[in-house]
C-alpha cells in the first residue's frame, strides 16, 4: 500500500493489486453527524443531487453511461462519518472512472430543478425506511440508545429539515466540506502511471480551513432503557443493545472477538440457542459498530412479539457465559475473524472502501493491523470489555405487530 498527500492536502492511498477491475472510492470526510437539526440530512441530500449534473453532463443518465457502457458500477452512500462515491470498471477505463468521479465529487452543477426533483425522492426513501421494519429498527434503536451524540439522527435527515433545506444552504455546506484537504482517494487495482493521473486531474482544487466537528459527551446510562412502537406488521423486530468504545481502542478488538463467537452464521451461540434449539426466531443476529467516536453492539430479531422477554433473557445468559470462554472458543472466534476478512478484501472495491476507513478513523495504516490486533487478544481482554459493557443498564427497542 503507497499513501501520500497532494500539495492541497487531499489523501490518496493506492493498493497495487494485480486484478483485472480496478475500484476507486472517493471519500468526503462528512456526514450526518457533521449536521445541525436545521440541516438534518444534508449529507445525504448532496450525496443525491451531485449526481444529477455536473459541468460535463447534463444528467445521471449520461454520468452513468458513461461507467455502464464499459460494465461498470457506479455507486455512492452517506455514513454518519463519510460521504463516498465510487466506481468498479474494467482497469483499462481508470481514466474514465476517475473522470467521472471527479465531475460528481468537484463539479456538480446544483440546478434548482435537480434539487427539488431530489428532495421528492429523499421524502419518498423516509417513507419507506419508516416502513420497513428491518431499516426502522435502527433507526429507532440508536435514538433511544444515545441521548446527546449525533448518530442519534437518521442519516437521511428528518421530513421538516428536508423540505426546508434551501439550494445556498446546500452550496454552503458542499463549500465547506467538499474541499481537498477533507477527502480521500482510496484505489485499488494494476494501474499505469496512476500518481501521475491523480496529480493532474485533482492537483488544481485549493485547500481551505476545515470546519470542526464538535465534540460531544455522551452521558453514561445508569438504568435500562426501552422503547417500542406499534406498526401494522405480522413480525414483531428487536434490538438489544449497549453503548460501548470507539475503534481506536483495544476493547473494540474484543468486542469484535466477542461478536464473532455469539453470531458468526449458523454456528453462533446465539443463532444456536434462540433459532436452532428454541425456534424463537427466524431473524437473529448480532452487530457491533465501532466509529471514530462512539460504539455500539447489539443483538436483533425478527420474532413474535411474546417471544421478546424469552430471547433478552437468553441473550443476557451468553453475555454471562462469556466469562467462562475457554482458549479454544477464542481461537477458533479469531480464525474466523481473519477469514472472513481476508475473502472480503479479495473484492477491489471492499479493499478500497474499508482503507478508506482507517484513514477516516486515524490512518490508512491500522488497516494492515487489524488482524495483529485480534489476535493478540486475550481471553482476559474479551471477559474484562465483557463485565465492562454488558451490564443490567441495556436499551432494548421493539417494533410490535398490534395484533
Avoid at 456526514?31 to 450525496?47: A, L, P, V
Amino acid at each position: 500500500m503507497k499513501q501520500y498527500k497532494l500539495k492541497n492536502g487531499l489523501t490518496v492511498i493506492y493498493h497495487k493489486k494485480p486484478t483485472s477491475s480496478v475500484a476507486i472510492e472517493i471519500a468526503v470526510k462528512t456526514g450526518s453527524n457533521n449536521e445541525t437539526s436545521k440541516i438534518s440530512g444534508i449529507s445525504h441530500f448532496i450525496e443525491h443531487v451531485v449526481f444529477e449534473g455536473t459541468k460535463n453532463y447534463n444528467s445521471s443518465k449520461e454520468l452513468a453511461n458513461e461507467i455502464e457502457k464499459y460494465g461498470g458500477e457506479l455507486n455512492a452512500y452517506t455514513s454518519d462519518e463519510r460521504t463516498c462515491y465510487y466506481v468498479k470498471i474494467i482497469k483499462k477505463h481508470f481514466d474514465t472512472a476517475l473522470r467521472i468521479l471527479d465531475q460528481i465529487v468537484f463539479n456538480p452543477s446544483f440546478k434548482n430543478e435537480d434539487i427539488e426533483k431530489e428532495r421528492k425522492v429523499i421524502l419518498d426513501e423516509i417513507k419507506m425506511v419508516t416502513d420497513e421494519p428491518r431499516f426502522h429498527q435502527w433507526i429507532l434503536f440508536e435514538k433511544t440508545l444515545f441521548e446527546k451524540h449525533p448518530v442519534r439522527n437518521p442519516t437521511y435527515g428528518t421530513n421538516q429539515a428536508i423540505k426546508s433545506i434551501k439550494r445556498e444552504d446546500i452550496l454552503k455546506y458542499y463549500n465547506s466540506h467538499y474541499i481537498p484537504n477533507n477527502i480521500i482517494i482510496s484505489a485499488v487495482g494494476e494501474i499505469p502511471n496512476f500518481e501521475k493521473i491523480i496529480n493532474k486531474i485533482f492537483s488544481k482544487y485549493t485547500p481551505k480551513p476545515i470546519q470542526k466537528k464538535k465534540k460531544v459527551k455522551e452521558p453514561i446510562q445508569t438504568k435500562p432503557k426501552k422503547a417500542k412502537e406499534k406498526k401494522e406488521v405480522s413480525n414483531s423486530y428487536a434490538v438489544f443493545g449497549y453503548k460501548t468504545t470507539n475503534r481506536l481502542e483495544n476493547d473494540s478488538y474484543a468486542l469484535d472477538v466477542i461478536k464473532a463467537i455469539l453470531g458468526r452464521g449458523q454456528s453462533g451461540k446465539i443463532f444456536y440457542e434462540i433459532r436452532t434449539k428454541r425456534g424463537l426466531a427466524y431473524d437473529i443476529g448480532v452487530y457491533h459498530e465501532p466509529a471514530s467516536d462512539y460504539g455500539f453492539f447489539a443483538v436483533h430479531c425478527g420474532t413474535d412479539k411474546k417471544n421478546i422477554n424469552k430471547i433478552v433473557k437468553i441473550v443476557q445468559e451468553e453475555f454471562r457465559k462469556l466469562q467462562k470462554t475457554t482458549q479454544e472458543e477464542l481461537e477458533e472466534a479469531k480464525d474466523y475473524i481473519e477469514g472472513a476478512h481476508s475473502l472480503r478484501m479479495e473484492d477491489t472495491y471492499a479493499l478500497a472502501d474499508n482503507t478508506s476507513y482507517w484513514q477516516q478513523i486515524g490512518n490508512a495504516r491500522m488497516a494492515e493491523e487489524y488482524i495483529k490486533k485480534i489476535r493478540k487478544i486475550t481471553t482476559t481482554d474479551l471477559k474484562r470489555a465483557a463485565k465492562k459493557y454488558f451490564t443490567k443498564n441495556y436499551t432494548l427497542t421493539a417494533i410490535e405487530q398490534k395484533k
